[in-house]
């Protein structure tokens, strides 16, 4: 769309220009168009047996799965898209570990074979059949197969070429995502993905050329991780996938910029410090945010950055909804009333978002959520949303004094355990105040030891600024009032 045309916003606008939520609704020439690729991407998809992508939802791991499928694609090689309905039953029956396993390698092969052998062209129901006589020597059947003629591959040129390209490279990559639909974190959902993890180690080594691409939901992995000790021996191939916000405002830019037809250097925005990228925002954004207290004539930038919880699909939901309100009003730019507007719903909804993703592992995690508003005598000493460790386990103890607190997989539910759950999730961040006055934050997935019982590292807690509105909502002018703002670059 040229810049030079009169722009309004629309709903369909709206989402070519933020983009879609879910990657699997996301056009992939769009995708691929606005992409931006961090250092993770690349140790994902380096050529290595097992990669286990952990992250929060809304850190984009299927975005990153749907990109790389498509360039493996382009580079001749032959990608497998394993989704939760084509492995609703396996590892579902009441076996021993073990037998888990061996089912897992058996379903996996028919599996990946079959849709190996259809995206080559070469789909065929006896080969269906004899794939399990084979073991989980996957590779070697393919290419014996095609090698000893007993497939026709008179096929379609593009076919032709994949084949070729396979015969010669021995490769499949497999990527299996979006393994938490239906996760409760019950024992024998932790089993079975535990028996998973397991049975793709063991049959990549099997088979020289097959490698694994997996997508985990942080809370999933964490609780497979500390329930079963085999587990060990996959932490080497596990990356966390974390933002920066300095990472997420270049993300946001390139989308601005190529909606626009205009071409970004991704190094040179991501070495060039914040305050000289805003400009780049306000082809859509009122700058400087016409807020009040801290919120004052502030750049726009940090009041995006302040309210996201380093997770890109937070900055969607804001931009969207904000937009949407522009929309209404027939305005050009998304304005400081504009995003005022949706502060509380775009709370309650990061709110919502949060109990769903997590009650599986607490199941009254609602409780303690909203049991850490405010009350009258916190809002008096202070803006009630900071808490010294010491405070912190006051408070938390303050509420279990009504509620019956209970991990799913049993663990302790002390005020030590809880604080360390809500620093896990995002409820809390890390906070410290520097020496020239900045505030430095950190998020679990920056440093996962910095709670710890052993070693006091000088930070309070802080309740992310994503969930105040809903907790509060009877003051929502004084959160701009108290409220400290990101700095740069943090």
């Known amino acids: 769309m040229s810049n030079k045309k009169p722009f309004r916003f629309n709903d369909e606008i709206i989402q070519q220009l933020f983009g879609f939520e879910d990657a699997e609704s996301e056009s992939i020439e769009r995708l691929r168009e606005y992409y931006f690729k961090k250092d993770t991407y690349k140790r994902v998809t380096s050529n290595l047996p097992v990669r286990i992508l952990v992250g929060h939802k809304g850190t984009g791991k299927s975005a990153l799965f749907k990109v790389a499928i498509a360039e493996e694609r382009e580079k001749g090689n032959l990608p497998i898209l394993i989704k939760p309905d084509d492995i609703a039953e396996l590892g579902k029956t009441n076996e021993d570990f073990l037998l888990k396993i061996r089912q897992w390698k058996h379903g996996l092969t028919k599996i990946i074979g079959s849709k190996a052998l259809s995206e080559l062209g070469l789909y065929d129901d006896s080969l269906k059949n004899k794939l399990n006589l084979f073991g989980v020597k996957l590779i070697s059947f393919l290419t014996d197969t095609i090698k000893l003629g007993k497939v026709d591959i008179n096929v379609d040129p593009a076919k032709k070429v994949l084949i070729d390209n396979f015969i010669k490279t021995k490769k499949i990559i497999v990527f299996i995502d979006d393994l938490d639909r239906g996760w409760q974190g019950k024992k024998e959902d932790i089993i079975r993905i535990s028996a998973l993890l397991n049975a793709i180690r063991d049959f990549a080594s099997e088979n020289n050329g097959l490698s694994f691409k997996v997508s985990l939901r942080s809370d999933v992995y964490f609780l497979v991780r500390t329930s079963d000790e085999s587990t060990d021996k996959i ?90 309100v522009a929309s209404s009003e027939n305005s050009s730019k998304i304005k400081s009333s504009h995003l005022q507007a949706i502060f509380e719903e775009y709370s309650q909804g990061r709110i919502q978002d949060t109990i769903n993703e997590y009650k599986s592992e607490l199941p009254k995690i609602e409780n303690l959520i909203f049991g850490m508003r405010p009350n009258q005598n916190e809002r008096k000493q202070s803006n009630g949303y900071i808490f010294t460790t010491s405070e912190l386990h006051a408070k938390i103890n303050r509420i279990k004094e009504s509620n019956n607190f209970k991990f799913a997989n049993a663990r302790a539910t002390d005020a030590k355990s809880l604080a360390q759950f809500m620093y896990k999730i995002n409820f809390l961040t890390a906070r410290k105040v520097m020496d020239d006055g900045q505030i430095q934050r950190k998020y679990f997935e920056e440093n996962r030891y910095l709670y710890s019982s052993f070693v006091d590292f000088g930070y309070d807690w802080e309740i992310h600024p994503a969930f105040r509105w809903a907790l509060q909502p009877e003051t929502i002018g004084t959160i701009m009032n108290h409220l400290d703002l990101n700095s740069d670059n943090n």
Not at 269 to 297: A, C, D
């Open 235 to 324: 932490e080497g191939s596990v990356v966390w996938f974390s933002w920066t916000n300095h990472e997420i405002l270049v993300m946001l830019i390139k989308r601005i910029s190529t909606f626009f037809n205009i071409a970004v250097d991704e190094d040179k925005l991501m070495s060039t410090p914040q305050k000289h990228l805003v400009y780049h925002l306000e082809r859509i954004f009122e700058n400087p945010f016409e807020g009040r207290g801290k919120w004052e004539k502030v750049s726009i930038h940090r009041i995006l950055m302040s309210l996201i919880r380093k997770r890109p699909r937070d900055l969607v939901k804001l931009c969207s909804s904000a937009a949407q």
